[in-house]
């Protein structure tokens, strides 16, 4: 029996499907690169919305703190754990503090420091404004003649993009010094070694990069969830799933532009 | 003083409202009724400028506005206040701060003078005393007055109200519905009001359109609605389940759907 026809059906519905996948992508990064570009032209005009950026910096910022702290601790510590026996075999160890520096500081601060902020900080602004949506109180707004873009869209922007850098360098301190009681005072590294080597292998270029890729990361969950949450469907089915849509294209998002800055800074 | 011209809204297939010709005169309650998914919550949401019509003209004096600025827009509903149907308070803010809020916005007031009016409108709607509490505290009632205090904020000239005592107890309705009357009459205000509680709506209007399926099938005053010789008017403010109003929307035939349609009935 020939199949063929069905299978070259099949094929055709694949593709088209495919491709209307990507159209509606890309439509969706216009639309989103379109609403934050209008909430960021309300930076400097009136009224300023800097008390609304300060409320957004503590609720997204400081309130992230003890969950970036825990996890950069962490991270050091394994990091050590793990380099250490790594090195070990090679009677390296005092290249333990560099390894677990530029591990951090290059890579493991912006990325797992923006995962944490996608998880925490970003679904809850997702939540948060596509409830606003539900509840009308978007619209409310627009009633008093207050532009939710300024009010509502942009001092989370400018919160993420603010506290990303700051608490990905938490993170970076964090994550060092955890590494440093790991390595030097359980397993027996020498401390002067573990500072020296980690003074001596990072650049400025190092902690350059490090920043830049935190402050990209904050730009891109910044608009990713703010946009998620605006064009939220109506429902509360609508706002569970555009959250979960703002965690997984936050998190994919920040390894895709981590691939393109790193190799920018190599 | 808002006219609109051959005002068509469609969702996709559906038609919302059909080429709508309405004149809403000014210091009267406007009362839009009609059954659910007649329009009137369209109707209410065009007229505030929150939704763009798919066709016609929405004449505000002699401002139109399709293809207003956003300047220009905000500059007309700093006249407005609205009412929606579920409140739409701020989550955030507290009742106080929920009614301070427009005149914290555009205004220069101090914080005293703010104080007394906040005072005021809380007093108009019988909720002084709750200013401290937050929107989760409140019954469904409280919450739409709180809405109807902070829509009367900043003393607009034109109020809309989105079904304002649906989901009420008869005494916050009646409560309500006297509001709106009584204040449209003192203050000199617009009020236009979208309900289908036909005792509220026709107590307190000057004016009333009856809307189904998106047109305007009646209008005038409630006793020209009252006394209407058309059988859809006569069905609505009735209550009748019977009459040229359909209670069921299917378009197709009931027993088809059910020999035809896979999973509802099988017949051997």
């Known amino acids: 029996m020939n199949n063929e026809p069905a299978q070259q059906n099949n094929a055709i519905l694949f593709f088209g499907s495919l491709g209307r996948w990507f159209l509606r992508a890309i439509e969706s990064m216009g639309d989103a690169t379109v609403l934050s570009v209008t909430s960021l032209a309300h930076l400097f005009a009136k009224p300023w919305q800097g008390k609304h950026i300060v409320i957004q910096l503590y609720a997204l910022g400081v309130g992230s703190f003890v969950i970036i702290a825990i996890t950069g601790a962490f991270t050091g510590m394994v990091l050590a754990l793990q380099g250490y026996y790594t090195l070990a075999k090679f009677g390296s160890e005092s290249l333990l503090g560099s390894g677990v520096a530029l591990a951090i500081i290059r890579e493991l601060g912006p990325v797992l420091g923006a995962f944490m902020m996608v998880g925490r900080a970003g679904s809850s602004i997702t939540a948060e404004i596509g409830i606003m949506r539900v509840t009308e109180q978007l619209d409310a707004l627009q009633m008093m003649a207050v532009n939710p873009k300024a009010r509502i869209i942009l001092p989370r922007i400018i919160a993420m993009i603010i506290s990303l850098p700051l608490l990905v360098s938490m993170f970076d301190i964090i994550g060092l010094g955890a590494g440093y009681i790991v390595g030097v005072e359980l397993l027996g590294v020498n401390g002067g070694a573990f500072i020296g080597e980690m003074i001596a292998k990072i650049t400025p270029m190092d902690l350059y990069a490090g920043w830049v890729k935190a402050l990209g990361f904050g730009i891109l969950i910044g608009v990713i969830c703010t946009y998620m949450g605006y064009r939220a469907t109506p429902t509360t089915e609508g706002v569970a799933k555009a959250t979960t849509q703002a965690v997984v294209a936050g998190s994919v998002g920040v390894l895709i532009l981590d691939y393109i800055l790193t190799s920018f800074f190599l | ?268």
């Open chain 2, 1 to 268: 003083m808002i006219r609109t011209e051959k005002l068509s809204r469609h969702f996709d297939d559906v038609v919302a409202l059909d080429s709508t010709d309405i004149h809403i005169k000014e210091h009267q309650t406007t009362v839009v009724m009609g059954g659910s998914g007649s329009g009137k919550t369209t109707l209410l949401r065009l007229l505030a400028g929150l939704e763009c019509p798919t066709s016609g003209h929405i004449w505000y004096g002699k401002d139109d506005l399709n293809g207003i600025s956003q300047k220009n827009l905000y500059k007309l509903r700093s006249r407005m206040g609205m009412v929606f149907q579920y409140s739409a308070l701020l989550n955030s803010l507290s009742v106080y701060d929920n009614v301070a809020f427009p005149l914290v916005e555009h205004t220069q007031l101090d914080e005293s003078v703010i104080h007394t009016m906040v005072t005021m409108k809380l007093e108009q709607v019988g909720l002084r005393g709750f200013e401290k509490f937050m929107p989760s505290q409140l019954s469904g009632g409280m919450a739409k007055r709180v809405a109807f205090a902070r829509a009367l904020a900043m003393d607009p000239e034109i109020v809309f109200f989105d079904e304002p005592t649906s989901g009420l107890d008869p005494i916050s309705a009646g409560v309500i519905a006297s509001l709106i009357g009584d204040l449209t009459q003192r203050t000199k205000m617009t009020s236009i009001v979208v309900t289908h509680d036909v005792h509220a709506g026709l107590a307190i209007a000057d004016h009333v359109i009856l809307l189904w399926q998106g047109k305007v099938i009646a209008e005038g005053t409630s006793d020209v609605i009252r006394h209407s010789d058309d059988a859809r008017v006569q069905q609505f403010i009735e209550g009748r389940p019977d009459g040229p109003i359909p209670f069921s929307r299917s378009e197709t035939s009931y027993i088809e759907d059910l020999l035809h349609k896979p999973g509802t009935v099988r017949m051997s």
